[in-house]
């Protein structure tokens, strides 16, 4: 046999040893969107409070795709505590956490008249 017929078992070999190389490494670091971290919301009052409240549990992406008045993120708030177990916020806290929804995430006006809406649009 000739010496260059081992070549394919040379390269598997290597690929072989260089992956288990890879799991002794640990494991892979927590995927981390970029788009969640705090400093990237909007700034103002009570950013930091929202922020670390509402991606206890899932992205802020979830919330910052909302449009809501103020009522109506008071209602999704109750919504998180009644259904999903978030911590019952009230008084001062809830007001400041409010505020920030209703300021940096009103009502969006074109997509909650309703209707065909083109994507490609310009906004
Ligand atoms: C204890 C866990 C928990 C916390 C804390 C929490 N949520 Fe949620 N939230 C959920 C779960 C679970 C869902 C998805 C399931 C669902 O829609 O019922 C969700 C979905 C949502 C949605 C999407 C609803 C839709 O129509 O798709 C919005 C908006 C939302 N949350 C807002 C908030 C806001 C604002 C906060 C912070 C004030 C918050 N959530 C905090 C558990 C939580």
Redesign the pocket.
């Known amino acids: 046999m000739r010496w260059f017929y081992w070549l394919p078992m040379l390269a598997l070999a290597a690929s072989a040893s260089s992956a288990s190389a890879q799991t002794q490494q640990g494991p892979a670091p927590a995927f981390t969107p970029k788009d969640e971290r705090m400093e990237d919301l909007p700034e103002g009052p009570g950013r930091d409070e ?1 922020f670390g ?2 991606t ?3 992205g802020y992406r ?2 910052s795709n ?1 449009g809501l008045t103020r009522d109506k ?1 008071d209602e ?2 109750t919504w ?1 505590t009644e ?5 019952d916020i009230q008084g001062a806290d809830r007001d400041l ?1 409010l505020n920030y ?1 209703a300021t940096h995430h009103p009502p969006k006006a074109p997509a909650r008249a309703g209707g065909f809406r083109n994507p490609f649009a310009p906004q």
């Open positions: 929202t409240l509402c206890a549990c899932h979830l919330v909302q993120w999704t708030m998180m259904r999903h177990g978030m911590p956490i929804l």
